[in-house]
């Protein structure tokens, strides 16, 4: 039965009558008689007669009809979407490897029962290779061990550097004996859980993203693999072909780096491990009957599991397949079946219901008499699937436990009728091309998965040919002492690849990143009494580099681009500061420039880089007898 109750606002006959004739002294006022006989009132309740019936009509449409519509806006209804996670091999109770053994692909992995079946989305040979080593050599030629951090269970790290660090190479080292060298075709998986933001749809774009190359005695290869990671944008698994690996290898390592030289963001790792299994909350169901066929029109067959997975109109949803005289033919979905003719092997799909309808004779063939049926799909029980980390896990094959150390993200149910709506209206609102300059830096600021935390367009310069706009973004950085941050290509260009398709015709857009000019500060201060000098330097620096940071968790609190730095400013800071009683005196550079300067001005597009340490602060006590 339908709801009768409207989800719009309720505005009746009546309603709309008394706010038509309340606009007309503002629109009209020379119109002065609002009786009922009056034409233009006459007009006007028809026009609000014939708003009611569309309000009414809009909330009650036919499910065929809301379909349309959505579809018009090109959003689609979807069945279960299945979670997705990794299992790592669990510290407590890890898993008895036997040399050669391989987890094929669609194996069960159970937890406790409350928790739905997963299944492994790939084959995996498991290895008993050990990971001796973690390590990241820098283009300098500065080699950095993580091993320790790699072994803790909260503590994370960047292999690669940030942004400013093109040319880092990870490079893992491993131990492996040459009676237990891996062997066939099912490769290696190697796991990695990133700790970057959620990745969206619009970051997943073809192409390689990682270089791996295997060294060992017999020199350096590179490997071809398949990467779940996009370039360790988030979680996943490196599947690594065993033919490369010498039987003789003993120890060898795994050097990955960036196929561009570069990231969209900088990886934050917290684990790299071995013997990784990739699983899905996605089940293949095979069902057959022996004596379907019934030679009758319209006959039908409903699917045994719930949680059928399908888009749109459920094409390719489900694999048919017809045996009448022991040669099975397959039969194809139509969305209607009375276009097709009387020898046409269709079907018509309800996903709603997961009946299969077959023709009539006439409009698609009937199934023969005592033919057999085999139906395939898949199916998920969609939200079911999103569990919490720490759960211990049991595969199919394998003695010993798995543990998921992040969430099974990713499982989403069916769209109802009023998802469709929902999506449809922000579909609507999306739509919109980026013409203002805060269209745009709202889109640049939306990329979470990228972690922009600054995006300003600058105003329109008369040197630039028209309908060229160019916007300045930031990405994360963590370190306020690293060296003068530089964002990649790979990150400026993600951005404007995200953007380009909403602009309107005939515009271009470039995306820069800032220019970072290195100031110097050296101040002398006198602290308060009883108050340690060094402490006073310490909450010195930390306050100046607050006051002028240029990336800060909020995106508010950080300095505007372009904005000047001036000596009087940084002066007013420090007497602020806890345990400062005097500003003696305070210095500012430029790098490069050993003169002096009480203001530094900056263009549009530059930001300050301070360079500060404790050594730049001169504190003394206040002397005897002064009334600091």
Do not use: C
């Not at 684990?271 to 990739?278: A, D, F, K, W």
């Amino acid at each position: 039965m339908i709801d009768l109750t409207l989800p719009m606002k309720p505005l009746a006959f009546d309603d709309l009558v008394v706010l038509g004739r309340s606009t007309i002294p503002t629109l009209a006022p020379r119109w002065t008689d609002h009786n009922v006989h009056d034409p233009g009132i006459m007009l006007m309740e028809v026009v609000a007669w014939i708003a009611e019936a569309q309000m009414y009509s809009i909330s009650r449409l036919r499910r065929d009809e809301r379909r349309a519509f959505a579809h018009f806006l090109s959003v689609e209804p979807k069945g279960p979407l299945a979670a997705q996670g990794l299992l790592w091999p669990s510290t407590d109770q890890p898993p008895a490897v036997t040399p050669g053994q391989v987890i094929p692909a669609d194996s069960i992995a159970t937890a406790s029962s409350d928790v739905p079946q997963f299944f492994t989305s790939n084959a995996v040979q498991l290895t008993p290779a050990s990971l001796l080593r973690v390590e990241t050599r820098y283009a300098s030629g500065v080699l950095h061990d993580w091993t320790r951090v790699n072994g803790q269970q909260s503590a994370t790290f960047e292999p690669f550097g940030d942004a400013s660090n093109p040319g880092a190479r990870l490079i893992l080292t491993f131990t492996l004996s040459s009676s237990v060298t891996p062997v066939g075709d099912v490769p290696l998986s190697l796991g990695f859980e990133v700790v970057n933001a959620t990745l969206s749809p619009a970051a997943k774009r073809a192409g390689p993203k990682m270089l791996v190359s295997l060294s060992d005695a017999n020199g350096e290869r590179q490997l071809d693999i398949q990467d779940t990671t996009l370039g360790l944008l988030q979680s996943g698994v490196l599947f690594l072909p065993v033919g490369y690996i010498s039987p003789d290898a003993g120890r060898f390592q795994l050097i990955l780096k960036s196929a561009t030289g570069g990231f969209e963001r900088p990886p934050r790792i917290r684990r790299v491990g071995i013997n990784v299994l990739p699983v899905q909350q996605l089940e293949k169901i095979v069902e057959e009957s022996p004596t379907f066929g019934q030679a009758v029109p319209n006959q039908q067959y409903t699917v045994q599991q719930n949680g059928l997975m399908f888009t749109g109109n459920g094409k390719d949803a489900v694999k048919v397949t017809v045996s009448a005289t022991g040669s099975p033919l397959s039969w194809t979905q139509t969305d209607d079946l009375q276009l097709s003719g009387p020898n046409d092997l269709h079907f018509e799909l309800d996903t709603d219901q997961g009946i299969l309808t077959f023709g009539n004779g006439l409009n698609g063939s009937v199934v023969p008499k005592s033919a057999m049926l085999q139906v395939e799909y898949q199916v998920s029980d969609g939200t079911q699937g999103n569990i919490q980390p720490g759960v211990n896990w049991e595969v199919e094959g394998v003695t010993g436990n798995f543990v998921n150390l992040e969430s099974t993200t990713g499982g989403a149910d069916a769209t109802t009728l009023d998802d469709l709506r929902s999506a449809a209206r922000v579909q609507v609102d999306s739509m919109h091309p980026l013409v203002t300059a805060g269209d745009v830096e709202g889109a640049a600021k939306s990329f979470a998965d990228l972690g922009v935390t600054r995006a300003v367009e600058l105003p329109y310069d008369d040197k630039r040919p028209t309908g060229d706009r160019v916007l300045v973004a930031t990405g994360p950085q963590d370190d306020p002492n690293a060296p003068i941050p530089q964002e990649s290509r790979e990150f400026l260009g993600a951005v404007r690849e995200r953007i380009v398709p909403k602009l309107p015709v005939g515009q271009r857009l470039q995306v820069i990143g800032p220019t970072y000019v290195q100031i110097q500060i050296t101040a002398s201060l006198v602290s308060t009494r009883n108050t340690d000098p060094s402490v006073v330097s310490k909450n010195g620096v930390a306050e100046l580099q607050k006051r002028l940071a240029t990336v800060t968790a909020n995106g508010v609190d950080q300095w505007p681009l372009g904005r000047p730095v001036s000596v009087k400013s940084i002066q007013g800071w420090l007497r602020k500061v806890e345990g400062v009683a005097q500003v003696q005196k305070v210095e500012m550079r430029v790098a490069g420039n050993a003169q002096a300067q009480t203001i530094v001005r900056l263009t549009p597009k530059q930001l300050p880089n301070l360079q500060i340490s404790e050594a730049d602060f001169t504190v003394v006590r206040p002397a005897s007898g002064s009334s600091s």
